[in-house]
């Protein structure tokens, strides 16, 4: 999937008011997403969130279709991002970085150091297409993010390098899983858990079949449970 549809949303104290007293009584955990332009307000973004029922934030540092560049892309940015928003809750911080730099590892290293509880690897690469008709670019925006399939290669370099560079960081794969296999794919790079996005456009029970893929796949590689597999690719 190739888009530029941005992170447009109401307003964190829109949000709070609407959607918060719809989480109360849902059977599982919601997680957070904060974004903003600047460190003060992905803080205060964050600061509202910890009062909706959520049980973590994920802190969005790779979003493709924001003006100004994307905090993922430098250590120091990223971390000075994630200091603020660790200083602002008291909730597990995740931060979602981007495969749009060689420098994966140092920029989730930042991180870490700045008080991430785990790391979500990755966001979507940037991308392009063209309309041959009217010659003019297939997004308004000209550049977007590209996602699917086609990016669990490069999600699983980038979740490899981070893994292997902090064996003990907690990783959330994503970029691609679409099948119980990708799952396993990404568990033994190094992932802990996996974020499933593009495959639901298509599918909204995507996640259903995926978990009955999964829980026979393990059955058939001899696994007894998902955290066997963590961690376990044999790089030499």
Same mark, same amino acid.
């Given at each position: ?15 709070? #008011?609407?959607? $918060?007293? &719809?989480?109360?009584? *849902? ?5 957070? $997403? #904060?974004?903003?332009? $600047? ?6 973004? /964050? ?7 959520i049980v973590a934030i994920e802190v969005n540092l790779s979003c493709p279709n924001l003006a100004g560049e994307m905090f993922s892309?430098?250590?120091?940015? %990223? %971390? ?6 660790r200083s602002a809750t008291s909730l597990p911080v995740g931060a979602k970085l981007s495969p749009n730099t060689i420098e994966v590892?140092?920029? /989730? ?14 966001? !979507?690469?940037?991308? %392009? ?11 308004? #925006? ?6 699917g399939p086609p990016l669990k290669p490069i999600a699983l370099r980038c979740v490899i390098e981070v893994h292997r560079s902090f064996?003990?960081? !907690? ?7 679409? !099948? ?6 990404? &568990? &033994?790079?190094?992932?802990? /858990?996996?974020?499933?996005? !593009? ?14 893929? *999964? ?13 066997? *597999?963590?961690?376990?690719?044999? &790089? $030499?």
């Amino acid at each position: 999937m190739l888009n530029a549809i941005g992170i447009q949303n109401p307003g964190v104290e829109r949000w709070v #008011a609407d959607v $918060s007293p &719809l989480l109360t009584g *849902l059977p599982v955990p919601v997680w957070g $997403s #904060a974004v903003g332009v $600047s460190p003060g307000e992905f803080e205060r973004v /964050a600061a509202r969130l910890e009062t909706a029922g959520i049980v973590a934030i994920e802190v969005n540092l790779s979003c493709p279709n924001l003006a100004g560049e994307m905090f993922s892309l430098m250590p120091t940015s %990223a %971390a000075e991002v994630v200091a603020a928003v660790r200083s602002a809750t008291s909730l597990p911080v995740g931060a979602k970085l981007s495969p749009n730099t060689i420098e994966v590892a140092a920029v /989730a290293g930042a991180c870490l150091q700045a008080g991430a509880d785990f790391l979500v690897l990755t966001n !979507t690469v940037w991308g %392009a297409g063209v309309d041959l008709w009217d010659r003019r670019p297939t997004l308004n #925006a000209g550049i977007g993010g590209y996602s699917g399939p086609p990016l669990k290669p490069i999600a699983l370099r980038c979740v490899i390098e981070v893994h292997r560079s902090f064996p003990d960081a !907690t990783i959330v794969g994503c970029g691609g899983v679409a !099948t119980g296999a990708d799952v396993v794919e990404f &568990l &033994l790079a190094g992932a802990s /858990a996996v974020q499933m996005g !593009t495959v639901h456009f298509a599918e909204p029970k995507a996640g259903r079949r995926i978990h009955r893929e *999964l829980t026979r796949l393990l059955q058939k590689i001899g696994a007894g449970s998902v955290r066997e *597999l963590i961690g376990e690719l044999k &790089l $030499s």
